[in-house]
């Protein structure tokens, strides 16, 4: 799948095997930067075989694009079945991406096809408490605030209308 965004340069598309190497090199890069607010540290933990393992047998249902602009993977967003139809949606970009509007385009792209293409009803994303710049993207997606957890702040976007 790959889906166009409002930034012609900007597209998402699934993650296969293809894209490991490239995306081992992106995690490579990006360990520090990932662990600024504590969100991934399974993520900064992996080697280059759990990546390859983890793309060679993906979650089912699971929705993993690679963010690209200009043809380079740049970072990832995902919508995780938590309870279906309940989803979870996760995002990283490349410490150089970062403030071009690149996860709030990407979040659009992702969510409006979610909305046509399928039957997710809910998303849900966490927040670790300080990371500014995610609660402002998942701001202008149209996320609201439902809790706060021990480290994070729980966010809430209905795809569907209440019936």
Known sequence: MELVTADPRLRLRTLDMADVEDYWRLVEHNRDHLGRHGDYAELRAADREMI????????DGEFALGIRVDGDLVGEMVLTP?????????????EKAVGNGYATNAGRALLMWARENTGITDVYAGVTFGNRPSIAVLDRLGFTEVSDQ???TRYRLSLREPS
């Open 82 to 94: 938590v309870d279906p139809p309940r989803y979870s949606l996760g995002y990283w970009l490349d």
């Open 52 to 59: 390859r393992a983890g793309f060679a047998h993906p979650l």
């Open 150 to 152: 021990d480290t994070y």
